[in-house]
């Protein structure tokens, strides 16, 4: 067949623009970074998921040769900060902390003005960090199977506090009423440190927290631990069972990573991919991640993709049967 001159023209024109733009995108990321590189964290400075892309940030600027500088810009769930990287050039300089918050606003917010799965491009999955189901003393129970047949027998007289209803902590809770089929009474506070001391007082009776923030009570006595979120032990928590143990198909963990806009260069999300498990598989890095309570989270780009779509589906369920909205 015999190509008319305009047509083969535009053809030609096309193939060498594609092959002009693979090598465009190979010499970026060659390149990458070439200047400073913002990290964006949806969350206050201070607290774990800001401290570990602060070590993250860390790392990647010792091995890539520029400064990448985190940017706290809390509120709205993270929704103002995970804005900001959709709306900014998907070019690799700017960079975001993604979280399990991300995924529970899908379903927590009724309009939101971007698509997390559409439009954030999952770099590297980092850490993941689950939590423990914890009680006062006068509590009669001592197992997760025993705290059920309590609650069970005291049907809507057991307080249950809740860091928020749009928290990891505070879905948790919610999860558990829902596999457990107990009516327990959420009582609800903005956080989990305001939530500790009327459960430490026994004016509500039982929490599920972050790990990190319940340790020092739980080591003092003054909690007692019942059961942990996860689907195995933790190593901080090595005699606590998971919950599975009792209600079984029950796991509930948060995670964060990194993401970047949509249509960052495949190249660069490979390059960043790649310093993320070569952190993630030292020993001293992994250390600090385990002091907070968490634990290494690595895989590629596309197992980080899949895992984000699945969690999402999950905790969206749970969400809209719970009648759970954002605050």
């Known amino acids: 067949m015999v190509i008319p001159l305009a047509r083969r023209k535009f053809l030609q024109m096309a193939a060498g623009s594609a092959a002009l733009a693979g090598v465009s995108n190979t010499a970026l990321a060659l390149n990458y970074p070439a200047r400073p590189v913002r990290l964006l964290v949806g969350f206050p400075a201070g607290g774990p998921l800001d401290i570990s892309a602060r070590l993250l940030a860390q790392w990647l600027s010792a091995r890539l040769g520029q400064q990448f500088v985190v940017e706290n810009h809390p509120g709205a769930d993270t929704n103002i900060a995970t804005e900001m990287v959709v709306r900014a050039p998907p070019d690799g300089y700017t960079l975001l902390q993604v979280s399990s918050a991300n995924a529970f606003n899908t379903a927590l917010y009724d309009r939101l003005d971007f698509d997390f799965l559409r439009d954030i491009a999952p770099i590297a999955s980092m850490r993941r960090a689950g939590g423990v189901m914890?009680?006062?003393?006068?509590?009669?129970?001592?197992?997760?199977?025993?705290?059920?047949?309590?609650?069970?027998?005291?049907?809507?007289?057991?307080?249950?506090?809740?860091?928020?209803?749009?928290?990891?902590?505070?879905?948790?809770?919610?999860?558990?009423?829902?596999?457990?089929?107990?009516?327990?009474?959420?009582?609800?506070?903005?956080?989990?440190?305001?939530?500790?001391?009327?459960?430490?007082?026994?004016?509500?009776?039982?929490?599920?927290?972050?790990?990190?923030?319940?340790?020092?009570?739980?080591?003092?006595?003054?909690?007692?631990?019942?059961?942990?979120?996860?689907?195995?032990?933790?190593?901080?928590?090595?005699?606590?069972?998971?919950?599975?143990?009792?209600?079984p198909g029950y796991e509930a963990s948060t995670w964060a990573g990194l993401g970047a806009p949509h249509n960052t260069p495949r190249e660069i999300i490979e390059v960043l991919n790649r310093e993320v498990n070569a952190a993630l598989a030292d020993p001293g890095f992994k250390a600090q991640l385990v002091n907070q309570g968490a634990e290494p989270f690595g895989g590629s780009p596309a197992e980080f993709a899949k895992f984000i779509a699945a969690y999402t589906e999950k905790w969206a369920k749970v969400i809209r049967a719970t009648g759970t909205k954002a605050e």
């Open 134 to 247: 914890e009680v006062h003393p006068s509590v009669p129970t001592h197992t997760v199977s025993e705290f059920i047949a309590y609650a069970r027998a005291n049907p809507g007289k057991i307080n249950m506090a809740s860091a928020g209803p749009a928290s990891a902590p505070g879905l948790y809770g919610e999860l558990f009423k829902k596999m457990a089929g107990v009516d327990l009474v959420t009582v609800n506070y903005r956080g989990s440190n305001p939530a500790l001391p009327d459960l430490i007082a026994g004016r509500v009776q039982v929490m599920f927290d972050v790990v990190i923030t319940a340790l020092a009570p739980i080591r003092a006595g003054q909690l007692r631990p019942l059961g942990v979120t996860t689907a195995t032990r933790l190593d901080v928590l090595p005699d606590v069972p998971p919950i599975a143990d009792f209600v």
